[in-house]
């Protein structure tokens, strides 16, 4: 299983950016997808999460100001990231799972990992 993340960068506080992940095949359409994000002497925190129905979570910090969505024609799944903080400067990580088992158990729910990708956001 593979997992290649996109996108990131430098951005202004209250500007945006768009993250996208591309998956295997044969996993990606039977399972949940998710954002998660470690920023510097912080444990990696979930970001959103995108069940194979489309049922979304996420994390109260980014609430109405991100969006997950997925393609499973594409194996791809998104965060647009809106209205963004300093405080959310950090590594994104893509990753898939079972839905309740990351929205649950965090970390613990994931069974792959892409690798991350740095978002950084100037005040």
């Known amino acids: 299983v593979q997992l290649q993340a996109f996108g990131g960068g430098l951005v202004q506080a209250g500007g945006s950016l768009g993250l996208s992940c591309v998956a295997s095949g044969s996993i990606f359409s039977s399972s949940a997808m998710g954002w998660y994000r470690q920023a510097p002497g912080k444990q990696r925190e979930l970001v959103a999460v995108?069940?194979?129905?489309?049922?979304?979570t996420y994390a109260d910090s980014v609430k109405g100001r991100f969006t997950i969505s997925r393609d499973d024609a594409k194996n791809t799944v998104y965060l647009q990231m809106n209205s963004l903080k300093p405080e959310d400067t950090a590594v994104h990580y893509c990753?898939?799972?079972?839905?309740?088992?990351?929205?649950?158990?965090?970390?613990?729910?994931?069974?792959?990992w892409g690798q991350g990708t740095q978002v950084t956001v100037s005040s």
């Open positions: 995108i069940a194979r129905g489309g049922s979304t």
């Open positions: 990753a898939v799972g079972k839905f309740w088992g990351m929205v649950v158990n965090g970390t613990r729910g994931v069974d792959y």
